[in-house]
């Protein structure tokens, strides 16, 4: 199985630090930022794509709780950022009195992005409105309209998109179903 990972209201700086670190012409640095992120196998039979914000209790609650579980169980590897980033949501995200940026620019220098990399990241317009065009193709093509949202094997079909938290036996079932 494999699992194309892609955050709606990320942070732009988060979305590839390690692009963005490295000196490069913007596009490719901004092709880099905005491609997918996926875990599992490219030849696999099944493709789950999820959409999911780093604000979202729900969204944090699945990568901490289900998610590590059907890694174990179906997925070979994982992006460790953005797990760090779903893990500590509640010191980030909504901590009172802190400056989420500055909380932010600090997680992103522990997994190896200089804090002036981070800045132009953040203040990247181009990366900023190539994630919220994504958005919109999301909510567009697909009805993406909440997170977490697990669409399997391409475009929207009734019976193959999953919203909202899933323990990992609700998230087996629909990738079972949909081997079937």
Not at 58 to 78: G, M, N, S, T, W
Not at 89 to 113: F, H, P, S, V
Request: one cysteine or more; a negative charge; hydrophobic letters at 50%.
């Amino acid at each position: 199985m494999i699992i194309a990972r892609r955050s709606l209201l990320a942070i732009p700086a988060l979305a590839v630090s390690s692009a963005l670190a490295v000196p490069a012409r913007a596009e490719t640095a901004l092709d880099a930022a905005m491609a997918d992120r996926a875990i599992g196998s490219p030849d696999a039979k099944v493709v789950v794509a999820e959409w999911y914000s780093l604000t979202c209790p729900h969204c944090a609650r699945f990568a901490i709780e289900a998610l590590p579980r059907i890694k174990a169980e179906q997925v070979d590897r994982y992006v460790p950022f953005v797990e760090a980033l779903l893990a500590s949501q509640a010191r980030w995200a909504y901590a009172r009195g802190i400056n989420t940026t500055d909380e932010l620019a600090k997680m992103a220098a522990l997994a190896g992005m200089p804090r002036p990399a981070f800045d132009a990241a953040i203040a990247d317009s181009d990366l900023r409105n190539a994630i919220l065009k994504a958005q919109e193709d999301a909510e567009k093509t697909l009805s993406i309209d909440s997170t977490p949202t697990f669409v399997i094997n391409g475009p929207k079909v009734t019976n193959r998109k999953e919203t909202g938290e899933q323990s990992p036996e609700a998230f087996a079932k629909f990738v079972t179903d949909a081997q079937a």
